[in-house]
């Protein structure tokens, strides 16, 4: 009837008014849609990862948070439905975690494994949602996901309160640098929204999270099934007197979290289309770049002056993280892939020697003996294990050494998903920020050189001088008076070990004795 009506009142205007409000409309929908583009281009844009055990409601939370916001197609509510009544977990509810749990094992066994990534937008910011598994076994699914997250959302099951898990992913989170993390005490609906048990399990989470300092920490609490403060304020917790979920993730503020102050430029590559033209490419890691700035290349020390910030809409007055440019120098000086443009009063540390925290995400155990290749910003170079100074229970966030009786030699090696602070040296000089300064400058992978698989993720903490180190240096040296090369091949060798040195090998040229 509703759809007769509607109908009817449709053509109830004369065919001239009918075609020209469609000619309206029309017009009105283009500008608006154009607008409406407009507008959400200069949105800015929020990372943030759940994380909490498993059955705490992460996907249905998200799932959750996607259906109240009206951000989900007909097609997708008319599947989640289906899928719900066929193989949901939510007895006569709409199982809102099948939105995310989308690998044929997750939805047999009702638990999320992959990362999930879902985006939506609203009127006020654009998110970018990292769906992070529970279990264990799965902990270097959630460093993958929380790299590159403004912040994260811990869930707890209220029933249960601080669990090791809950404490194992609050750790992780403060591993990777993550200023912003909400306590979701979900299913409360589960315990009569009793404000007491709220209040007891937020007294234990920021007692145990004292010492991670963590900046900014928000407790909110939900009903992830019933939508309880996700989108909209719950009238079953009139004591609560926060923002939603939602209201809190669009106004919490995040323009600070990147380093504006360091400037630093890994040069990706070089780009010579012709004779005229010498530009440096590259994102933006962090600081600020203006035209005019004086600009030092990195290991050379060489300065010049920035002629111009290239894009492909044109030129630029700056350039600020995380925009992609190329810069062109007023001199022609020697800059090559790896290396990094820098202002020439705030330099980063330049060492082959630093520690750093290690999550090992390889299936074959550390080989300690081994030289992987590590890659840092544009970087490609030879490194190797030091020492490993203790390993860390992220459950207890207990130390563990051979020096306090925890370890042994046999198991002081590192196996999957455990984390532990590492001493390296690498081949050649890297140009690196500590993590907790700047997290783009800060972070590494390992790479094994013979499966090509990405072995484990660091942290830098900071350098290690190299009278500390355990283990003498192994780069390789070739002083050419002792060897009695002449010097008409010195310039040949020189070029064959800068050439080594691009593949990762490092190779320290003597040519004159002292």
């Not at 030289?371 to 966030?397: C, E, G, P, W």
Request: glycine share 6%.
């Amino acid at each position: 009837m509703k759809v007769e009506s509607g109908f009817a009142s449709l053509f109830s205007f004369s065919t001239f008014t009918f075609h020209l409000s469609t000619f309206n409309l029309k017009y009105m929908a283009t500008l608006n849609i154009k607008e409406y583009l407009d507008r959400d281009e200069q949105k800015d844009l929020l990372r943030f990862l759940t994380a909490g055990s498993v059955d705490d409601g992460k996907s249905t939370l998200i799932g959750r948070l996607l259906f109240d916001s009206k951000k989900l197609y007909e097609d997708q509510l008319d599947a989640l439905e289906r899928d719900s009544k066929r193989m949901g977990n939510a007895g006569d509810h709409i199982d809102y975690a099948l939105l995310l749990d989308g690998l044929k094992a997750e939805r047999e066994q009702g638990i999320t494994i992959d990362v999930a990534y879902r985006y939506f937008s609203t009127n006020n910011r654009k998110f970018i949602i990292a769906d992070t598994p529970g279990h264990e076994q799965y902990t270097r699914n959630m460093i993958t996901g929380g790299s590159t997250a403004n912040l994260a959302i811990i869930l707890v099951d209220a029933r249960t309160g601080v669990i090791t898990q809950t404490r194992r992913h609050t750790y992780l989170v403060s591993l990777l640098g993550i200023k912003h993390v909400v306590l979701a005490v979900n299913k409360m609906d589960l315990v009569d929204f009793d404000k007491n048990i709220f209040d007891k399990i937020v007294s234990d989470y920021k007692e145990f999270v004292a010492p991670l300092n963590i900046p900014d920490i928000t407790c909110i609490p939900l009903s992830a099934l019933d939508g309880d403060n996700v989108v909209e304020k719950s009238d079953r917790t009139p004591w609560y007197e926060g923002p939603s979920l939602l209201d809190f993730l669009e106004t919490v503020p995040i323009d600070q979290d990147r380093n504006f102050e360091d400037f630093r430029y890994p040069v990706q590559y070089v780009l010579r289309p012709n004779l005229d033209f010498r530009g440096f490419c590259g994102k933006v890691a962090s600081g600020i770049v203006r035209k005019g700035d004086t600009v030092m290349a990195l290991p050379s020390g060489k300065t010049s002056k920035v002629k111009s910030i290239v894009t492909y809409d044109g030129e630029l007055d700056y350039a600020f993280p995380p925009q992609c440019v190329t810069i062109t120098l007023e001199d022609e000086i020697d800059v090559s892939r790896g290396e990094m443009l820098v202002h020439p009063d705030n330099l980063p540390i330049a060492d082959r020697n630093f520690e750093a925290m290690l999550v090992w995400m390889d299936e074959e155990p550390m080989d300690t003996s081994k030289q992987f290749y590590i890659k840092h910003t544009t970087n490609l170079t030879r490194a190797r294990v030091d020492s490993i100074r203790y390993k860390v229970n992220v459950n207890t966030m207990e130390q563990l050494s051979i020096d306090n009786g925890q370890l042994t030699v046999d198991n002081l090696p590192m196996k999957l998903n455990e984390i532990a602070r590492v001493v390296f040296t690498t081949g050649k000089e890297l140009f690196f920020d500590p993590y907790q300064k700047n997290k783009q400058t800060g972070a590494f992978i390992l790479i094994d050189p013979i499966t090509n698989n990405t072995s484990a993720v660091g942290m830098i903490i900071d350098r290690v001088d190299a009278r500390d180190m355990v283990t003498e240096d192994a780069l390789a040296v070739l002083n050419l008076p002792e060897l009695g090369i002449g010097p008409e091949h010195y310039e040949a060798i020189r070029s064959v070990c800068k050439e080594l040195e691009r593949q990762g090998v490092s190779v320290k040229c003597i040519i004159e004795n002292k």
